[in-house]
């Protein structure tokens, strides 16, 4: 999490030339909508539920570390002539708060993960007051960032309702089908085994939704620094519980990781890395990682294999690359 956000009125400057922009430019509303997202995850859902209703663009792509991500010259000019904007919220864009916030008053912007009840939601262990954001991990949470997103389209494109309910149900269907398979295939990791250690702590809704004690090496935020200490307490549980698979995550340095698996060696405990976790971001663009449920797959399956549970190779649907 930043120590230093964007400051009020650095983010109102950015909003004003955002509008004037717009203005300028003199957009007119029209078919397909124009639509930004802030992540991958967001953009592929509003492609799902828009079909060829929307033009969707992502400003963070594959690799992209949303806590710590600033607006470029070109995001502001992209947001300025976006017919929707949607962001996560819940400090998951840290950076851009001020700004999104101060652009809603203005424009059509919508936080479509604060769309998940308050009672659902998991703490956040540095800053009170805030929760975990990380919610795409567990599906069934994800499905309210998905109707969120229809009614986002919807109030932005009322004559195209019934696309939007039609595509949403039909996504949400097949996100159902994935969580059938995520429950079946993580129950089959031993008991002792359902430990998912990983660079940062994002996968909290996943371990509770499944059943896992999870660690991170840093906080919710990879803003967060591990430390000396932080990083000697994991190695004394990866020895004490004999863990011995740790996982590296696509969008964070695995340079921590390492020097785990380094202090656990040196006490005598073997440990490997068990694949790439996509965290905060999907995979590349135009394949099945590069999706929400690719995403997310990909990591249920590698998660069970690694500690010791069954799981086909090629995923819920046959579609992940081989080695993914």
Same mark, same amino acid.
């Given at each position: 999490m930043p120590l230093f956000p964007t400051s009020r009125p650095v983010a109102r400057y950015l909003v004003a030339l955002a509008v004037a922009l717009y203005v300028s430019a003199g957009v007119a509303h029209a078919k397909p909508l124009n639509v930004v997202a802030t992540t991958s995850m967001i953009a592929d859902a509003a492609r799902?539920?828009?079909?060829?209703?929307?033009?969707?663009?992502?400003?963070?792509?594959?690799?992209?570390?949303?806590?710590?991500?600033r607006q470029t010259r070109s995001d502001i000019a992209a947001l300025a002539r976006a017919d929707l904007v949607l962001w996560h919220?819940?400090?998951?864009?840290?950076?851009?708060?001020?700004?999104?916030?101060?652009?809603?008053?203005?424009?059509?912007v919508v936080a479509v993960g604060e769309a998940?009840?308050?009672?659902?939601?998991?703490?956040?262990?540095?800053?009170?007051?805030?929760?975990?954001?990380?919610?795409w991990m567990d599906p069934k949470l994800w499905e309210t960032v998905v109707y969120a997103v229809r009614d986002a389209l919807i109030k932005t494109d009322p004559d195209g309702a019934a696309t939007y309910n039609a595509n949403a149900d039909a996504h949400v269907a097949e996100i159902e089908k994935l969580v059938a398979y995520m429950t079946s295939v993580t129950a089959t990791v031993p008991k002792q085994s359902?430990?998912?250690?990983?660079?940062?702590?994002?996968?909290s809704y996943f371990g509770r939704g499944y059943d896992f004690d999870v660690l991170g090496i840093q906080g919710i935020s990879t803003e967060s620094e591990a430390g000396l200490r932080r990083v000697e307490e994991l190695v004394d549980t990866i020895v004490e519980r004999k863990i011995?698979?740790?996982?590296?995550?696509?969008?964070?340095?695995?340079?921590?990781?390492?020097?785990? =698996?380094e202090g656990a060696s040196a006490r005598g405990q073997d440990?490997?890395?068990?694949?790439?976790?996509?965290?905060?971001?999907?995979?590349?663009?135009?394949?099945?990682?590069?999706?929400? =449920?690719?995403? =997310?797959?990909?990591?249920?399956?590698?998660?069970?294999?690694?500690?010791?549970?069954?799981?086909?190779?090629?995923?819920?649907?046959?579609?992940?690359?081989?080695?993914?």
């Open positions: 799902q539920v828009a079909g060829d209703r929307a033009e969707v663009t992502a400003l963070m792509g594959p690799g992209v570390d949303p806590h710590s991500y919220g819940l400090y998951l864009e840290a950076q851009l708060e001020e700004f999104f916030l101060d652009l809603g008053k203005r424009r059509n998940v009840a308050r009672e659902k939601l998991l703490s956040h262990a540095d800053y009170e007051g805030r929760f975990d954001p990380h919610v359902r430990v998912l250690l990983t660079a940062h702590d994002a996968f011995s698979a740790v996982f590296v995550e696509s969008s964070v340095p695995e340079r921590n990781v390492r020097a785990l =698996i440990v490997v890395i068990g694949g790439t976790l996509y965290s905060d971001a999907m995979g590349e663009p135009g394949t099945y990682e590069g999706t929400y =449920i690719g995403m =997310i797959d990909h990591n249920a399956t590698l998660i069970t294999r690694a500690l010791g549970g069954d799981a086909p190779e090629g995923g819920f649907q046959g579609k992940l690359a081989a080695g993914s």
